[in-house]
């Protein structure tokens, strides 16, 4: 069975970082694009980062450039969302999802289950 399964969520306070994780299981990740979302209460889900097979990044939306960031782990077939200076507005539900590539990227029915970051003083 493809699975994503994530981790590393939590409380953070303002001003703090986190790194979340987005493990495969049932596949490889060499050949998959990975990208992360977020959805707050009340709103739409929105894009934040994208990592093609090779590396590359795209941005999925322009709220939060400069303070996140991704990596891939092929090895360990796992991907990284790090995120510095967290703010409040980040508090929200992170998703990561597996494609073929960034373009399609939010097409894709290949999900993690989601994974909580709250951030709160």
């Known amino acids: 069975q493809l699975q994503l399964v994530q981790s590393g969520g939590g409380l953070v306070q303002p001003g703090g970082s986190l790194r979340l994780s987005c493990v495969a299981t049932?596949?490889?990740?060499?050949?998959?694009?990975i990208g992360w979302f977020r959805q707050a209460p009340g709103d739409e889900r929105e894009g934040v980062l994208c990592i093609e097979y090779d590396g590359g990044i795209r941005h999925l939306g322009d709220s939060v450039k400069g303070r996140f960031t991704t990596s891939r782990d092929n090895a360990k077939n796992t991907v990284y969302l790090e995120i510095y200076a967290l703010e409040p507005e980040d508090t929200a539900v992170y998703y990561c999802?597996?494609?073929?590539?960034?373009?399609?990227?939010?097409?894709?029915?290949?999900w993690g289950q989601g994974t909580q970051v709250t951030v709160s003083s």
């Open positions: 999802a597996a494609g073929p590539q960034c373009s399609v990227i939010s097409a894709t029915e290949l």
């Open positions: 049932g596949f490889a990740l060499d050949y998959y694009a």
